[in-house]
């Protein structure tokens, strides 16, 4: 269990934290920008000496004011990452990842040169110059960097931000990997919902320096999603578990809280969650079940709102199974003519849906 | 060539030494100075910053004056070393060297504080995040970050004590061996209408000089290999 309490002042901005985190997996801290979020991680990491409070990860206090306790940031035990990668110019990538082995004591690490170049495939890049790589590699040399201190827990500036989308989708992997093979905990600053969704297990959302919710990811995401996208832009996410493959007829069987689902085949064992996203353009409606279609699925599902969308001709309804919520763009003209409205029951007809994780 | 006499080549030596002792005292105390400036938000800073480039906007005899006043025995300087039983600062090496020190301090700090105030603070905080404390740090991130910094500090810093007149001159007087440099020598050979050896003295300056410039903007250009940037 990590322990954080912090509070902070900073002109008209006041941080103030009250909270304890899990000490496993991954818990995403989610905000707009001058949500405070980065400044919490900074205070975590002893970035920011000036922050009054108390912090405690497992048994070990960092931090603790009445008693006097204060660590600096070259004492805790944390590997950091920041939005920029950070790397030393003056040295080579394998001076780089070096830097911070070096000063651990070999008793006390977890992780060897060689798994850590592994881990995140930088073993290419190790007498490069930092100025002569791509962003993305940049970020996965801080990784590797920050992972070579054997650390007790890995604080995560939003390391993607500063990256085009296809960067993005090239290291997001490697962060997939760290979250499965990692026993550390990672605090994960972000506020892409692309992010929270493939890798957060835990979520804690903040708004003007203080948190507004916290919870397990699936019970937190849709107040998430809707409070971070109000207009279902983004669509749903299914917590899924493989219940069976159909190999003959490459399909795959998901259950969850509220209906079954078959899609392509998911190469993951029986019992594994899944998550899946599913687009609003890829939910249609019906009042009736349909008996003779192509359509694999279709579940019962209960009209929670119906808001407008920019197009003046579509709307969004917004949809409840269980205790997710789903999104489907239709158009005027069926809301009409289905005669569709807020609490009414309907069959919901996916179309497709990608998968996170 | 022209013929150098022993006692040119005595102050010769005796420039030589008299910059590189400036130049290594200012490159430690100045490297603290430079940066405390570069890195302080304390309201003390805009006063420190004028006090350290103020020699520049003196004329050297103003310097040399009160630096003779503060050092003879009715100053505060000479009641100090007075009290400490030394000998009196005036017409010594050791009181050029205070003096040159005092001259020469905008010419080591100024570079020293623009390198530091170049570096990320991010670079310190993710060397702070990778264990390092403020020492490993300064030595493995700062310094070489810095490299250019104190190349420029210590060229300016020496080539400015080398050049010097007007200090060396009020403070120092004309004693051979003590206090008789390079530039006081020519003075006295042009005095004397020895235009010879003034020659031979002056020609070797104006070398000196370029030489110095052409290893700063040598390397200037080569920055980007040596930086790594």
């Known amino acids: 269990m990590i322990k954080a309490r912090f509070d902070r002042k900073l002109g008209d901005f006041r941080l103030q934290i009250d909270l304890?985190?899990?000490?496993?997996?991954?818990?995403?801290?989610?905000?707009?920008?001058?949500?405070?979020?980065?400044?919490?991680?900074?205070?975590?990491?002893?970035?920011?000496?000036?922050?009054?409070?108390?912090?405690?990860?497992?048994?070990?206090v960092w931090q603790d004011d009445d008693r006097g306790i204060y660590l600096p940031c070259h004492r805790r035990p944390i590997g950091y990452v920041f939005q920029d990668a950070a790397l030393f110019p003056h040295l080579t990538v394998e001076k780089n990842l070096l830097f911070g082995l070096q000063r651990v004591a070999p008793e006390l690490r977890w992780i060897s040169m060689d798994q850590a170049i592994k881990l995140l495939g930088i073993g290419q890049l190790l007498q490069r110059d930092p100025c002569h790589l791509s962003g993305g590699e940049q970020q996965?040399?801080?990784?590797?960097?920050?992972?070579?201190?054997?650390?007790?827990?890995?604080?995560l500036d939003e390391p993607l931000a500063a990256l085009d989308l296809p960067m993005k989708r090239e290291i997001l992997p490697y962060l997939e990997r760290l979250r499965l093979e990692l026993n550390i905990p990672i605090i994960y600053v972000t506020h892409a919902l692309d992010e929270l969704t493939r890798l957060g297990d835990h979520l804690i959302q903040m708004d003007q320096g203080r948190v507004t919710r916290e919870g397990p990811i699936a019970a937190a995401l849709s107040w998430v999603t809707h409070s971070a996208d109000p207009e279902g832009e983004w669509g749903g996410v299914l917590f899924t578990l493989v219940a069976g493959h159909d190999r003959l007829s490459g399909l795959t069987d998901l259950t969850f809280?509220?209906?079954?689902?078959?899609?392509?085949?998911?190469?993951?064992?029986?019992?594994?969650?899944?998550?899946?996203?599913?687009?609003?353009?890829?939910?249609?409606?019906?009042?009736?079940?349909?008996?003779?279609?192509?359509?694999?699925?279709?579940?019962?599902?209960?009209?929670?709102?119906?808001?407008?969308?920019?197009?003046?001709?579509?709307?969004?309804?917004?949809?409840?199974?269980?205790?997710?919520?789903?999104?489907?763009?239709?158009?005027?003209?069926?809301?009409?003519?289905?005669?569709?409205?807020?609490?009414?029951?309907?069959?919901?007809?996916?179309?497709?849906?990608?998968?996170?994780? | 060539m022209f013929p150098l006499e022993a006692e040119a080549i005595d102050a010769i030596l005796l420039s030589l030494?008299?910059?590189?002792t400036v130049t290594g005292l200012l490159l430690f105390l100045g490297t603290p100075l430079a940066w405390w400036l570069a890195r302080t938000r304390s309201p003390l800073k805009g006063m420190v910053e004028a006090l350290v480039v103020l020699p520049l906007f003196l004329p050297p005899t103003v310097l040399g004056f009160y630096m003779l006043l503060a050092m003879g025995p009715q100053g505060p300087i000479g009641a100090l070393t007075k009290a400490l039983g030394l000998q009196g600062?005036?017409?010594?090496?050791?009181?050029?060297v205070v003096?040159?020190?005092?001259?020469?301090?905008?010419?080591?700090?100024?570079?020293l504080q623009n390198a530091f105030a170049?570096?990320?603070?991010?670079?310190?905080?993710?060397?702070n995040s990778l264990r390092?404390?403020?020492?490993?740090?300064?030595?493995?991130?700062?310094?070489?970050?810095?490299?250019?910094?104190?190349?420029?500090?210590?060229?300016?810093?020496?080539?400015?004590?080398?050049?010097?007149?007007?200090?060396?001159?009020?403070?120092?007087?004309?004693?051979?061996?003590?206090?008789?440099?390079?530039?006081?020598?020519?003075?006295?050979?042009?005095?004397?209408?020895?235009?010879?050896?003034?020659?031979?003295?002056?020609?070797?300056?104006?070398?000196?000089?370029?030489?110095?410039?052409?290893?700063?903007?040598?390397?200037?250009?080569?920055?980007?290999?040596?930086?790594?940037?």
């Not at chain 1, 996965?140 to 827990?153: D, G, H, K, W, Y």
Request: hydrophobic share 50%; net charge positive.
């Open chain 1, 257 to 357: 809280e509220g209906g079954a689902l078959k899609v392509s085949l998911v190469d993951r064992p029986v019992g594994t969650m899944v998550r899946l996203r599913v687009k609003p353009n890829d939910i249609s409606l019906a009042l009736n079940k349909a008996m003779a279609t192509s359509i694999l699925n279709i579940v019962d599902v209960l009209i929670t709102d119906i808001t407008t969308t920019p197009d003046p001709y579509q709307v969004m309804v917004h949809l409840a199974i269980g205790k997710t919520s789903l999104t489907a763009r239709i158009t005027l003209y069926s809301l009409r003519n289905l005669k569709l409205a807020p609490g009414m029951r309907v069959f919901a007809q996916i179309k497709a849906v990608s998968l996170l994780i």
């Open chain 1, 140 to 155: 996965r040399v801080a990784l590797a960097r920050a992972l070579l201190t054997s650390p007790q827990i890995l604080l």
């Open chain 2, 17 to 20: 030494r008299l910059s590189a």
């Open chain 1, 20 to 60: 304890a985190l899990p000490s496993r997996g991954v818990t995403i801290i989610f905000g707009a920008s001058g949500s405070g979020k980065t400044t919490f991680l900074r205070c975590m990491a002893g970035l920011t000496p000036e922050a009054r409070g108390y912090l405690a990860v497992g048994d070990q």
């Open chain 2, 99 to 111: 003096t040159s020190m005092l001259y020469s301090v905008p010419f080591v700090v100024q570079p």
């Open chain 2, 118 to 127: 170049s570096i990320q603070p991010r670079m310190l905080e993710a060397a």
């Open chain 2, 89 to 96: 600062l005036p017409f010594t090496f050791s009181g050029l």
């Open chain 2, 132 to 229: 390092a404390g403020p020492w490993v740090t300064f030595g493995r991130i700062v310094l070489p970050l810095s490299k250019r910094g104190f190349l420029t500090a210590a060229v300016m810093g020496f080539a400015h004590t080398i050049g010097e007149f007007g200090v060396v001159l009020m403070v120092g007087g004309n004693i051979p061996g003590e206090t008789r440099l390079v530039s006081i020598e020519i003075y006295d050979y042009v005095e004397a209408f020895d235009y010879p050896k003034a020659h031979a003295l002056a020609g070797m300056m104006v070398a000196f000089a370029f030489c110095m410039l052409l290893l700063l903007y040598g390397f200037g250009v080569g920055r980007d290999s040596l930086m790594r940037r």
